[in-house]
């Protein structure tokens, strides 16, 4: 169960971010997402995966506050980082 619910945040994920490029809207750089999961840190990772090999935000950072992951991006430069709280 665990698995779909990261797949769809994942798509979802996709989907935003791809209709962000298209439309050339650069009003939304924030998204928050609740996970109530244990295993956050994979999700993290999973996501992380995903928006490099498909190359969909420049200079990101994903951080996790209990069962909210956000991930907030800027245009400038490719860059990664990860913050992770408990």
Known sequence: MDYLADMD?????RCII????????DHLHLLCFRIPT????????R???M??????LLNYRIKRVFDN???EWKSDYFHCSTDAYT
């Open 47 to 49: 996501l992380e995966k």
């Open 18 to 25: 791809t209709r962000i490029h298209y439309d050339r809207d």
């Open 51 to 56: 928006i490099v090999a498909e190359k969909l």
């Open 38 to 45: 244990t295993d956050n840190d994979d999700t993290i990772k």
């Open 9 to 13: 945040i994942q798509h979802v994920l």
């Open 69 to 71: 992951i956000s991930i």
